[in-house]
């Protein structure tokens, strides 16, 4: 469990977050898949850990943006205990407006401990969230979204005790949703807020800064793009002029003509089989033929 100070949400600290997020990814030793060309596993590898990164740093960014309002105290990966009384509340289908009225204490016999990816609190108007951050950009796995659901009710029964033995006395609201930061993970709408509906929820400033730091972390992938994929793609290059070549009749070819033989084969019309020695030619019909032949 982490509270957030009012960190630096400059444009420079973003770059500069994103770029160290991605040496990392770089620096990763990945296994070759062994479908792939080794070079080219290996580039996609690293895209494919950026993309996770990014959903830990929809997490923090948004957290750093919460904090910097100065009306919010933010934590992340909270560590809160499910207690058996809310699991029974929620297996006894009980009224989402009822369980609203309810809360218990976080210190009873415990069912599980969850840990949730931020818990936000307004101590001036009184009011807590507890939220599980989705990138979204996919659907989540039916089999993982119902606990999560469950886990996000739950946490609002005892949200108010926990913060309670914290220091903070007195909520007397609290909320609890998935952050589906691009809107197709698949959770229940009336669990689920997007990345449109942040600011307005929030009631400061949020989208802004946390689109500023993906604007900079796709800056940051794209400039090594070439380093990633430029020795494959230029050896899958001198193989296809190469190839090129011998089927020209010659031992070096310029880029026009590699370039006319890939747009003619690209821009041909579709072609049949066309005839076998032993077939005899189809005759041709002649529009008059077909209108006059008796129907079946």
């Not at 500069?16 to 770089?26: F, N």
């Not at 990345?195 to 949020?206: G, I, K, N, Y």
């Amino acid at each position: 469990m982490r509270e957030i100070g009012q960190a630096d949400t400059s444009p420079a600290a973003l770059a500069r977050t994103a770029r160290e997020l991605v040496a990392s990814a770089m620096a990763g030793d990945y296994p070759a898949d062994p479908l792939i060309d080794s070079e080219l596993s290996g580039g996609l590898s690293t895209i494919s850990s950026v993309v996770k990164r990014h959903g830990w740093l929809l997490q923090t960014t948004t957290a750093h943006a919460l904090a910097a309002s100065g009306r919010f105290v933010v934590w992340t990966d909270v560590p809160l205990p499910l207690t058996k009384a809310a699991r029974a509340l929620l297996d006894g289908k009980n009224s989402r407006t009822d369980l609203a009225r309810i809360r218990l204490p976080a210190d009873s016999e415990a069912d599980r401990m969850v840990t949730f990816d931020l818990v936000v609190v307004d101590p001036v108007a009184a009011w807590a969230g507890v939220y599980e951050m989705k990138r979204g950009n996919g659907t989540t796995e039916t089999r993982k979204r119902l606990p999560i659901e469950q886990s996000l009710q739950a946490g609002r029964l005892v949200l108010p005790s926990f913060l309670e033995k914290l220091g903070y006395k007195g909520i007397e609201r609290v909320t609890s949703a998935v952050i589906d930061y691009y809107g197709n993970a698949g959770f229940s709408p009336d669990l689920t807020l997007t990345r449109e509906q942040l600011d307005a929820h929030f009631s400061v400033p949020v989208v802004a800064t946390v689109e500023a730091m993906t604007t900079a972390l796709h800056d940051a992938l794209e400039a090594e793009l070439p380093r990633l994929f430029g020795p494959y793609l230029d050896r899958i290059g001198r193989k296809e002029a190469t190839t090129i070549a011998v089927a020209a009749g010659s031992g070096t070819v310029g880029a026009d003509l590699k370039n006319a033989a890939v747009m003619q084969i690209l821009s041909a019309r579709p072609v049949g089989p066309g005839l076998r020695p032993t077939d005899r030619p189809v005759p041709a019909t002649s529009t008059a033929q077909v209108a006059a032949a008796p129907a079946f």
